[in-house]
């Protein structure tokens, strides 16, 4: 497939669990398509989303397919490239600048572990959100006006170390190196967040973004 120009966000759909189904809505409403991993067409009937396009082997489709108008069922037999590997990939050869992924974690530790690491390398210039009981962004280097209502809670997560100047919340920082696992957890909105990151990449984890 010849990557296409950007274009704005995808809402991809695994098989795990979907603990807040509103908030995965909210994130469709943004977004221009739906990438359906095979197994997980159930999972979008669920949400009330019925997906553009469906991708994987297709060995794990429901009896009852919801069809909708114009689906395509793009078929990839590769067996070394997990199901998620396999929508970001599709999702970065149509052109889309972000994907909201549902359906990521729960269910098997071995499976949210691998789709844990493959959010941290996703495609080159896709940034990866995962939905949950609240959304999870990689975020690199520069600086990042954050999204926040007054004292809307948010948490950090360094990937190996990074370095950084936070403010306009309870535990401002300046010139403070995490390292993977250390300070981030728990912090509250008072104001305009701002994130200064000189170094290093990091989760930032909050209601939506």
Known sequence: MTREKPRGA?????GGEIPDPALARAAAARCREVICADGAVAR?????????????????????IPVRRGMVFWCDFDENRSDFQKCLDFAAARGFARAYVAG?????????AVNLALAETAPKGMDVALVDRGLGRIL?????RLKLRSGEPFSFL?????R???????????GA????????????A??????????????????MA
């Open 177 to 188: 190196v995490l390292k993977r696992g250390s300070r981030g957890l728990s912090n509250r």
């Open 164 to 174: 950084l100047d936070l403010s306009g919340c309870d535990y401002p920082l300046r």
């Open 158 to 162: 360094a990937l190996g170390e990074a």
């Open 140 to 144: 690199g280097p520069g600086r990042h």
């Open 10 to 14: 995808c809402l991809i759909v695994l």
């Open 190 to 207: 008072r104001g305009a967040v701002v994130l200064n990151l000189s170094r290093g990449r990091l989760w930032f984890f909050s209601r």
């Open 104 to 112: 990521a974690l729960g269910g098997r530790l071995d499976h949210a």
């Open 44 to 64: 979008a009937d669920v949400l009330g989303v019925l997906p553009h396009f469906v991708v994987g082997d297709m060995d794990s489709l429901p009896a009852r």
